[in-house]
C-alpha cells in the first residue's frame, strides 16, 4: 500500500505488510507520545477533525495524535453545528473543508458517509467510524493491543481463540477487527450474540474464506481456551427505538465470577469502550478494573500510537520524524 496522499476509509485497504508499516511507525512513536521525545515534523498542519456523532476516545486522540507531531486541531463536533443541518452535501462540505486543512478525520452515523465525503475532499481523510459499517483505525489499535498482549504470554495472532461478544450486528469495531483478522491463519472465531444482533454475513463469509474456526452461538460457553475475550455494548444508536434495546442489555455481561468461570487466567479482556456501565447493561463490570488481564485502557493508549503513525505515513513524513526533533 503506498500510503502517502492516501485516504484510510477501510481495513480492505491493508494488506499484512502495510499492517507491519503500520505497526513498526506506532512502535517509534512511544517516546514522542511519552513525552520522552519531542518532534515539529507537522509544524504548520492543520488537521480538521470532524464528528458528526458521540465520541470521546477516537475524536480526541486523533487531535492528540497529530499535536504531538507538532500539528494544530480545528474541530467540528455535532451535526447541528455545521452546515450540514441546512442541507448542504457531503461533496460540497469536503470541497470547502478541505482547502482549510491538510488532513481530515471523520466520524459520521450514516455508512458509507465517509468514502462519500472523501470524494469530495483535496487531502487525505481518515474514517474515525461511519454508522455500523467500519471503524479502521480503532481495528488497527486493537489489532496492535492484541499482537502486544500476546506476545506478553509469549503466543502469536495465528493460531489463536477470539471470542468476540454482544452486538455484532451493529458493532462497527468487531466488523472491522474481523476483516484484518481474516488476513492471518488457523485464528478460531467464537462469535455469541444474540440471534437477531448476529455477525453480519459478508463478514462471515471473508472469515469461511480465509479457512478460519467459526462457531456461532448464543451461549457463553467452551471459552476456556480463549485468549481474547471481546466485549461490546448494545449499540442503542442504531436501533429505531430505545426499547428495542432494550431487549438485548444485560444479556452478556462479563464480571470477575463470570472470568474466573469461563476463562482461562490469563485470557485478555478487550472492549472498543465506551463500555455502558448503567445496571441495565454492565457488559464488562468495575469488578474487573484491577485484573492485570484487562487491556481496554491500554487499548485506548495504543490508539493515540496508531493515529500519530497513520497521519505520519499518510502525510508522508514518517522518515522525517527523528530529524525534526526538538527540545522537549
Ligand atoms: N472506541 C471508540 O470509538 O470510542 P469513542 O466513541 O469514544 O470514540
Do not use: W
Not at 479502521?136 to 503466543?155: F, M, R, S, V, W
Request: hydrophobic letters at 40%.
Amino acid at each position: 500500500m503506498n500510503f502517502t496522499g492516501s485516504n484510510i476509509l477501510s481495513v480492505e485497504q491493508f494488506d499484512l505488510d502495510s499492517i507491519q508499516t503500520v505497526f513498526q511507525t506506532a512502535d517509534r512513536m512511544q517516546p514522542y507520545a511519552r513525552r520522552q521525545k519531542r518532534t515539529k515534523v507537522l509544524d504548520g498542519a492543520i488537521l480538521g477533525n470532524l464528528f458528526f456523532e458521540p465520541s470521546t476516545r477516537t475524536r480526541v486522540s486523533f487531535g492528540t495524535a497529530f499535536n504531538l507531531l507538532g500539528g494544530e486541531v480545528r474541530e467540528t463536533t455535532g451535526m447541528e453545528s455545521s452546515a450540514l443541518a441546512k442541507g448542504e452535501s457531503l461533496y460540497d462540505t469536503a470541497r470547502v473543508l478541505s482547502s482549510y486543512s491538510d488532513i481530515i478525520a471523520m466520524r459520521h452515523p450514516k455508512s458509507g458517509s465517509v468514502a462519500e465525503f472523501a470524494e469530495g475532499s483535496r487531502v487525505p481523510v481518515i474514517n474515525g467510524g461511519d454508522g455500523a459499517n467500519e471503524h479502521p483505525t480503532q481495528a488497527l489499535l486493537d489489532l496492535y493491543t492484541i499482537k502486544k498482549e500476546l506476545q506478553h504470554h509469549g503466543h502469536d495472532i495465528n493460531g489463536m481463540h477470539i471470542c468476540m461478544i454482544g452486538d455484532l450486528k451493529f458493532g462497527r469495531t468487531v466488523h472491522s477487527l474481523s476483516r484484518l483478522l481474516a488476513m492471518y491463519k488457523n485464528i478460531r472465531f467464537t462469535l455469541i450474540s444474540p440471534k437477531e444482533l448476529a455477525m453480519p454475513d459478508a463478514i462471515i463469509d471473508e472469515l469461511v474464506r480465509g479457512n478460519h474456526q467459526i462457531t456461532i452461538t448464543d451461549q457463553v460457553a467452551g471459552l476456556l481456551d480463549a485468549d481474547i475475550v471481546y466485549q461490546t455494548r448494545i449499540q442503542q444508536e442504531r436501533f429505531t427505538t430505545p426499547q428495542e434495546a432494550d431487549l438485548y442489555r444485560g444479556k452478556f455481561r462479563l464480571n470477575s465470577e463470570i472470568y474466573t468461570k469461563h476463562y482461562k487466567p490469563n485470557t485478555v479482556i478487550m472492549h472498543p469502550l465506551p463500555r455502558d456501565s448503567r445496571a441495565e447493561a454492565n457488559e464488562l463490570d468495575n469488578d474487573l478494573n484491577q485484573n492485570p488481564n484487562l487491556a481496554i485502557f491500554r487499548q485506548a493508549d495504543n490508539g493515540v500510537l496508531i493515529r500519530m503513525a497513520l497521519f505520519a505515513l499518510t502525510l508522508g513524513v514518517a522518515d522525517l520524524i527523528e530529524k525534526y526533533e526538538c527540545d522537549v
